[in-house]
């Protein structure tokens, strides 16, 4: 049985700019829901939760000391820094935006979740 | 040699809070203070006051900064690294020095300036030899925007700042240099760490990430339990305690506000991070994926295990140029059906935009209290929101069509939709677009030049 489950109950998170492209730290509340983060989270899933804002590529990159994975959206900025017209051409919000989606975890981890 | 340094946070950027590194000298002991004042485009508003004034160009508060806290410094041997020399070190450093003068510190304190960043006048020389200075993003060659160039500066890393230090500086000013190496070259200078010591040099640039953004490493912007985060108001900025084997501790100042927590730490970490096997400065590639925190108290997390590789051979170069105008424009409308209302004066002001003609590399319409941050994400909003801001930008090469349509946002209150406000503000204002160029120089092109003169 899988459950659906928002990340926000699973991690917390930070984003900023290198140019164009948006980065977003996804961190997980508690080490032991990292390998679930690395399981569901993949960039093509990421790619596809930002789809109409992220319009280049997605890269993950895995930062298991840290119970981290970090996400390049690129071309996300509208130009980036001072080209952009957004209201968030450094991106500071792209880290609560991700921790927006839904993934499926087991009812053993839900259950765990709340240990 | 020391056991362990001090190296305090003061700004995070120009125009973070003024009284920071106040407090960072005044609330406890510490033997350096960090200041970092250049964000991406920087140099280009200090060049173009230097333009217009010879003896500007740099960041003009770091004096005023300097008269409140230098005889502390002096007292207490603080020194300071700071990027506050702008395009214009000499300047800054003798402004420092009429300072420390009229505070009766002549002949007491030494500044130690760092240039050799300052690549403008050697641009077409370099481009005809060869080197192409090409966008790293888009892998343009530099020739492309050559009569748009407005600055050009290499990154220096922790060595010249490490030089200035061991020739006696003890307020050393920098042109253009990254934020890790001003944290980083304390920590050489103190406990002689050789250039080819990748893990230490690592180590001390993951300190400078960590702290060089100020209070985001001790709770500011911290999602992670935001609600909890103690006294936010007179939040600490955070400190590194540097030890030789290259480890250290992440803390603040007692009785000061924010925290020192793993969870916001591993936020500054990742912030602004691309690969992290490989972050790339002058001085060293340092890998995040080697990174190990512990607690050692209250508000003190210990960072160990750090590895890194040797540096590259090439520089970082920061080169910003003329790109456009743009201005952004807002009204607020309230409720009933305000996003409905906000969206019908879009259409409106763009039929106008359409009808005069206007021509624009971009016009990008938010609704504020809709979806400005989240886009699509955010869903359809509440249908009784009590206000929303209309939010229009437009961009384009040209300065006239962005000038005219300044002046259609206003008569949107007296020919648009109804219960409109939000423009006391007046006519928004168009916006030269100075864009950032960033690509490689190697490192046998630049020479750092170090100065330490006394007062």
Redesign the interface.
Known sequence: MVMKLQLTKLA?????????TA?V?L?A?RDEFYPILVREVTAERVKE?????CLGEVER????????L?F?LHESL??G???S????AQG??F???LL?MEIEVTEQEATDLHG | MKQKIRIAAGQGFWGDLPEAPVRQVEGGPIDYLMLDYLA??TMSIMQKQKTRDPNAGYAKDFVPLMRRILPACVERDIKVTANAGGVNVRGCADAVIEVARELGLGGKVRIGIVTGDDIMSRLDELLARGIELRNM?TDEPLSTVRDKIQSANAYLGAWPIVDALNQGGQIVITGRATDTGLTLAPMIHEFGWPENDWNRLASGTIAGHIIECGAQASGG?C??EWRSIPNLADVGFPIAEASPDGTFVITKHERTGGWIII?SI????????????EYITPDCVAD??????EYEGRDRVRVY?IEGRAATEFLKVSISYS?GF?A?GTLVYSWPDAYDKAQAADRILRSRLDRLGLKFD?V?T?F?GVN??????AGLPRSDLPEVQL?V???GQDRSPVERFTKEIAPLILTGPPAVTGFAGGRPKVEE????W?ALIPKEEITPVVEVLGT
Request: charged share 20%.
């Open positions: 917390h998170a930070r984003s900023g700019d290198k140019g164009d980065n730290g961190i509340l939760h930002f789809k109409g804002i990159f895995e930062l298991p000391n840290l119970g981290a970090n390049l509208g130009g820094g001072t080209l017209l957004m209201t968030d500071k919000t880290s609560t935006a927006r | 991406e485009v993003d912007n999602q992670y969870p591993k936020e500054q970490l990742v912030y602004e991070m691309g690969d992290p096997h995040f994926t080697t990174i190990r925190l295990g790109a743009k952004v971009q990008l938010e504020v400005a941050t989240h886009g699509p994400l939010r930008g437009v961009r677009i100075v864009a950032y960033p």
